[in-house]
């Protein structure tokens, strides 16, 4: 999450409000506003920012954020795993997905495990993927494989909201 804090124990709003002396809806504007990326870094909610931070000024934070960022992303790649019995593909999409190759080898760093192993060149080069392409960037050996697709989510949000519209008024 850019600002938001993510998966949370509920009782730590309410624990946080008696601690700080504050009201729950204040912990809750600090939750879902100056947290996640933003607040852990203390630099920027953008991944563009964070690995230029860490990389080439060895921002500690912006290093401590982006370990987070991608073990959290593992660890919920490797449950969806397990509660789905395996998968043919991962697929990376959206913002960071299509244009953070360093993140995507990051999330799938050991995860030989399940049979994912990116090819380096491959997921260096999918970047800037034109509109309707898929770009494979796991090994061809890799027995689950992973694709970078671009997503257009706006404009697949602005269809889903007309056929919605469209089907009410039937």
Known sequence: ??????DLDPAAVSYLARKEGVPAEQVEGWLNEPSGLLGVSGLSH???ELLT????????????VLELFCYRARK???????????ADAVIFGGGIGEQAP??????CASMAWCGLELDPDRNA??????????????????????FVIPVDKETWMARETVRRLLASTM
């Open 53 to 64: 931070a860490a990389e080439q000024r060895h921002d500690m934070r912006a290093e401590l």
């Open 125 to 146: 080069t999918a970047v800037g993927i034109p509109a309707e392409k898929t770009w494979k960037i796991s090994t061809d050996k890799a027995t689950l494989s992973a």
């Open 76 to 86: 919920y790649l490797g449950a969806y795993l397990a509660v789905l019995g395996g």
């Open 46 to 48: 953008d991944m563009r």
């Open 102 to 107: 360093e993140i995507r080898a990051r999330i």
């Open 1 to 6: 999450m850019g600002t938001r804090s993510g």
